[in-house]
């Protein structure tokens, strides 16, 4: 087991941002996740200070953790069964994310095609339901075995148990920082079915002369669109959309609607309506913003940026600004998607 001591966090996350962990180790296993968690008892940092870092795209250091970083590299994919409708392939929690749905895709493993490109890796995607394109994860999801870091114990969580929302799950709430998730296992279909009616698949799949539609075509569709919208964590640091959308009750929506016609909205149910964040912060006027190395990305004011330097501080402080702005404009209270530490 290799302990790091002040290791820089700068290359750990998308973000790029400059922090140090007091303490940073790998796991690839069960085995050597208990090692770790043994000798974070044997320190003078106790079990509470333990950080799990998968890919480090969803996560924003305002500061140094003074504690240990755990970080999980759990790999390999199984196929654990099948039946006649549906392939069950199990993926450790440290492989990551895109390699895993392009892996299935070449598989003919239906299911993930609309999920391709989220950075990070498998063991974070439960923890706030990823979604894109009209696909969340708990669609795709059999179950996970996470580990307890004070019982010490592996358990199983089926997808009632996950308590999955709209960038959530119990592990954000209830159960935060308790659990290690080790692996998810997830139920994909043999025979396909398409979800090509989200934002602008179906017209970028016209755009490059689909015929017989496949779900690597949709994987391509969901590539193409989000390359051109969203910025590449390898050039600018960001963890997507910073902030999640905002849900209000149908009459605050209709109360909005009429001081501000172009308000864009999609009912979640006959009572909510979930707003599109972008459009609150570019109406603000923040889209395209920069203040040092911090700022709001041109192209989506959902996702904030750091164009080399910014401290975690600045763009927390951004985020706070604009967060108090949209509040001020339209009376909605954004809440962030980011991991804050
Ligand atoms: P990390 O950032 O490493 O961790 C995130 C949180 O999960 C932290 O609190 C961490 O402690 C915890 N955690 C990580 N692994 C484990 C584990 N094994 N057990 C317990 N806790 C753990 N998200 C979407 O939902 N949809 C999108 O379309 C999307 N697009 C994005 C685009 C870009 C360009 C970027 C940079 C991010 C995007 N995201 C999106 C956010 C991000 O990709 C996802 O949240 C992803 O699941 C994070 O994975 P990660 O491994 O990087 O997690
Ligand atoms: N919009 C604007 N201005 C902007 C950005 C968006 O007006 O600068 C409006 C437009 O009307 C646009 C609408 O918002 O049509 C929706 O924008 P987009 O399709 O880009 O999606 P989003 O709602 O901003 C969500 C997710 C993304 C996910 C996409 C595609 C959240 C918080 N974000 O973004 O997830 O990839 O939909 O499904 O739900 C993430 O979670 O990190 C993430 C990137």
């Given amino acids: 087991m290799e302990i790091l001591e002040n290791c820089s966090l700068k290359t750990f996350t998308s973000f790029g941002i400059s922090a140090t962990a007091r303490y940073l180790a790998s796991f690839e296993d069960t085995e050597s996740l208990e090692e770790i968690l043994y000798a974070v008892q044997q320190s003078s940092l106790k079990e509470q200070s333990t950080l799990v870092l998968g890919g480090g795209s969803n996560i924003l250091f305002t500061q140094n953790w003074n504690g240990w970083v755990l970080k999980n590299e759990i790999a390999g994919i199984t196929l654990q069964h099948e039946d006649p409708e549906y392939i069950y392939v199990k993926a450790g929690a440290g492989e990551n ?49 996470a580990y307890h870091k004070q019982d010490k114990q592996v358990q199983t969580f089926t997808s009632t148990d996950c308590a999955f929302g709209y960038r959530e799950s119990v592990f954000k709430n209830r159960y935060r920082d308790q659990f290690i ?24 799949l016209e755009k490059m002369g689909v015929q017989d539609l496949s779900i690597r075509q949709v994987a391509q569709a969901v590539m193409n669109i989000r390359r051109s919208k969203l910025p590449d964590p390898a050039q600018i640091g960001n963890a997507g959309s910073f902030f999640k959308n905002p849900v209000v009750p149908r009459e605050k929506f209709q109360v909005l609607k009429q001081h501000f016609p172009e308000i864009v909205g ?35 004011a959902l996702v904030l940026v750091n164009y080399g330097n910014a401290s975690g501080k600045e763009i927390y402080d951004l985020s706070q600004e604009i967060l108090e702005s949209v509040l001020f404009k339209f009376g909605v209270q954004l809440e962030r998607e980011v991991n804050i530490i």
């Fill in 97 to 145: 994310w895109h390699q895993f749905t392009q892996y299935c895709i070449e598989q003919g493993w239906a299911g993930l095609e609309n999920l391709s490109l989220i950075p990070g890796n498998v063991g974070a995607s439960p923890m706030q339901n990823i979604g894109a394109y009209g696909v969340e994860l708990r669609d795709v999801f059999w179950d996970l075995e």
């Fill in 181 to 204: 998730i080790l692996s998810v296992t997830f139920r994909l279909r043999k025979q396909p079915i398409f979800h090509i009616q989200y934002g602008a698949i179906r017209e970028e």
């Fill in 266 to 300: 999609h009912a979640v149910d006959e009572n909510s309506v979930k707003l599109a964040a972008g459009w609150l912060i570019e109406s603000c006027g923040w889209k395209g913003y920069r203040k040092g190395d911090a700022g709001c990305h041109e192209k989506q």
